[in-house]
């Protein structure tokens, strides 16, 4: 069974910082591009963050602050955060899209993680 499996969330201040962990298994997902998406409730899923074949390109509300990384010896994908917001609050949920270029579109993903809570307390 394949699986992306994400970790590291909690409840954070504002100014602070959280790391998210992705953990595929089932597969190898060596050639995929990776994603992280968001959604906050009453709202739709928000484009984060992609890891793509020739680029790492990120959405407009979290340029500067977050960074996508992979380390493909352990498959796994990272999403580190920094100076957190209130309006950050959301499930973040790991994505893989076999387009190895990627994409910031939620419907070119074809694996989904559980997601995992984030919460920032202003």
């Known amino acids: 069974q394949v699986q992306l499996v994400e970790s590291g969330g909690g409840l954070v201040q504002a100014g602070g910082s959280l790391r998210l962990s992705c953990a595929p298994s089932g597969r190898t997902f060596s050639t995929y591009a990776m994603g992280w998406f968001r959604q906050a409730p009453g709202k739709e899923r928000e484009f984060v963050a992609c890891f793509g074949q020739r680029f790492t390109y990120y959405g407009d509300s979290v340029k500067g602050r977050f960074t996508i990384s992979r380390d493909k010896d352990k498959n796994m994908v990272y999403l580190q955060m920094n100076s957190l917001k209130p309006e950050d609050t959301a499930i973040y949920y790991c994505?893989?899209?076999?387009?190895?270029?990627?994409?910031?579109?939620?419907?070119?993903?074809?694996?989904w993680g559980q997601g995992t809570q984030v919460t920032v307390s202003s």
């Open positions: 994505a893989a899209d076999s387009n190895p270029f990627g994409s910031s579109k939620e419907r070119e993903y074809e694996y």
